[in-house]
């Protein structure tokens, strides 16, 4: 049963799943799974070979339950298997390091039997894991549709290193990366993460939004006591949980009840045969469900522009190239629908106007409009809205070169009743002779970069027919850079196993990622530009600082934005720490 309703969100983090910690022995899965169920809890996290097995030659492997004890459809929905933990390929011990390799290659082919959509492998015994992870890239070649999960604690954890006789301390970030870095085929590989009761920096933790964690697995020691008994979380971990939830990752419930806030039975939970009706039936561990239940529908709906975006998620798009290719009417519908964008650009049209005009001259005086890349219309819509909010008289020329857009400009024209103010200019605005110069240049012909769409070329190109006093809507825009963590993006990219895609610049709704430093400025660009030498700057050379307590982390690439100056104090771009709310462009 899901944690809750919240609109718009579909995701998996909606579920919740408990850990059996003791082997369930005959038929005991089967009840485990019935009265987890009923308690509410999706799934289980549940072993699937008896621990104390090691390979001999012509033993059996003594599975948790027969693949008859349930239907296919349980094992692939309810069921997440739990590799055994004695598993240790990179033991100074020969035969352990053979043992667990057998031992590891059976246990995921009784998984794969059983169409399991998971499995939870135990996380590397010490620093240096590389035989443990080519036997695991060597599985991940023949798996289709089973993952693997990693499970790695939120901490810095203590290895042994044997080669020292003793102990020391590892950063577990550094564990996942090392293991990832030597699995080629890494695509259905994914991380576990076991929550314990003290957490990293918030630096520190941040590294792993940007991995494929499928998985919290919180610990009942990490919960803490409320005035009335019950479990209740840290505000850290609160805010750690939320958000988990919000990168579709489930939680799963791990432990013993620490909290006695009613009568519990832990013999269905452990599989005991000697369990009968007459025990209650609810769940050890359900108070810390109902508390997990109750931090996600605490949580916000959707808005509504994250609705719609959220097919888009971490998606892969090439960038539009408007100059060189006729857009689309799908696409022209979609940039119109993001009414936030229009609204800034009629405030400045609206300011402009103002200054151009003074009250004195409103009667008198016609202010020439160009609206450069006019598309379908609704910088023209804008405009002539901006005119009428201010009372000033307009006269617009509508330039496109796109001959589709213009046919529903001449239509959106005919329609609105504004043939004796809008002049169409079916042509490419470099190559236009205007017949008289222009007031306001209006255009928007940004890219999520800022240039990346050629804005600078198209507007140096059109404002010979600005008048020297003229305005430019945008005046001015400057492109950032930071550096991040996408592991999904990074993945992506690297199935086309070539380098030409990894010198692509992408077009990208960025969830999934670890923002490691603040955005730098790379170049600005200023509207219009009459000087002879031209002052804008196109090389930087940045340098990045990560926080001390973050760690160490992977970069995967840079996140690029804007922030532009559409005029005076009208904003307008996607740059994290400026962005324009609920604005959904780009």
């Given at each position: ?585 780009w």
């Open positions: 049963m899901p944690l809750g309703q919240r609109a718009g969100d579909k995701s998996d983090s909606r579920y919740c799943g408990v850990e059996v910690l003791d082997f369930p022995a005959g038929d005991g899965l089967p009840a485990v799974l019935t009265h987890s169920l009923s308690s509410a809890f999706d799934f289980l996290l549940a072993p699937l070979v008896d621990p104390e097995y090691r390979p001999t030659p012509g033993a059996v492997l003594p599975v948790a339950a027969s693949d008859l004890v349930l239907s296919p459809s349980q094992w692939s929905s309810h069921i997440v298997g739990k590799i055994s933990e004695w598993i240790d390929l990179d033991s100074e011990d020969e035969q352990l390091r053979l043992d667990s390799e057998l031992t590891l290659k059976q246990e995921i082919a009784w998984a794969t039997h059983l169409s399991l959509q998971a499995c939870v492998i135990p996380p590397p015994k010490r620093s240096t894991c590389a035989n443990y992870a080519r036997v695991v890239n060597n599985i991940l070649q023949g798996l289709t549709n089973m993952q693997l999960w990693l499970r790695i604690p939120l901490e810095k954890s203590e290895s042994m290193d044997e080669d020292r006789g003793k102990s020391e301390t590892v950063d577990s970030w550094e564990w996942w990366n090392s293991f990832r870095l030597l699995c080629e085929h890494s695509s259905q590989l994914y991380v576990a993460l076991d929550i314990l009761s003290s957490l990293p920096s918030m630096n520190s933790l941040g590294r792993w939004f940007g991995e494929p964690v499928r998985a919290a697995i919180l610990q009942t020691d990490a919960f803490l006591t409320n005035a009335r008994g019950y479990p209740c979380l840290s505000k850290r971990h609160q805010t750690l949980l939320t958000g988990f939830f919000n990168h579709s990752v489930q939680v799963i419930i791990s432990g013993r009840s620490n909290h006695n806030v009613s009568q519990v039975s832990e013999g269905v939970l452990s599989g005991d045969e000697n369990h009968t009706e007459d025990t209650p039936t609810r769940h050890a561990l359900s108070p810390y469900l109902e508390y997990m239940a109750y931090l996600y529908q605490r949580m916000d709906p959707l808005p509504e522009q994250e609705r719609f975006e959220i097919n888009y998620r971490d998606f892969l798009q090439s960038p539009l190239q408007p100059l060189m290719d006729n857009l689309e009417a799908q696409t022209y519908e979609t940039f119109e629908k993001d009414t936030v964008k229009y609204t800034q650009y009629q405030r400045a049209i609206a300011k402009a106007l103002v200054d151009k005009v003074s009250e004195d001259e409103v009667s008198t005086t016609r202010t020439v409009l160009m609206v450069v890349g006019a598309g379908r219309g609704p910088l023209v819509r804008a405009s002539l809205q901006a005119a009428e909010e201010t009372g000033r008289k307009l006269k617009v020329y509508a330039v496109e070169k796109n001959p589709n857009a213009v046919i529903t400009l001449h239509s959106l024209i005919k329609l609105e009743g504004w043939e004796s103010m809008v002049t169409i200019i079916s042509s490419d605005m470099r190559c236009w002779d205007a017949p008289e110069k222009a007031d306001i240049l209006v255009s928007e012909l940004l890219g999520s970069f800022g240039d990346n769409e050629l804005s600078p070329e198209c507007l140096d190109g059109a404002q010979r027919f600005l008048k020297p006093d003229g305005i430019s809507i945008p005046s001015s825009y400057t492109s950032f850079v930071q550096p991040v963590t996408a592991s999904k993006l990074h993945n992506d990219i690297k199935a086309h196993k070539d380098i030409a895609h990894f010198e692509t610049a992408y077009v990208v709704k960025l969830h999934r990622v670890a923002r490691l430093a603040p955005p730098q400025e790379v170049f600005s660009f200023t509207h219009p530009n009459f000087s002879p030498k031209v002052s804008n700057q196109r090389y930087t050379k940045l340098q990045f600082e990560l926080p001390q307590d973050t760690g160490s982390c992977l970069v995967h690439g840079f996140a690029g934005y804007f922030d532009a100056v559409l005029y005076k104090d009208v904003h307008l771009g996607i740059e994290p720490n400026t962005c324009t709310p609920n604005m959904f462009s």
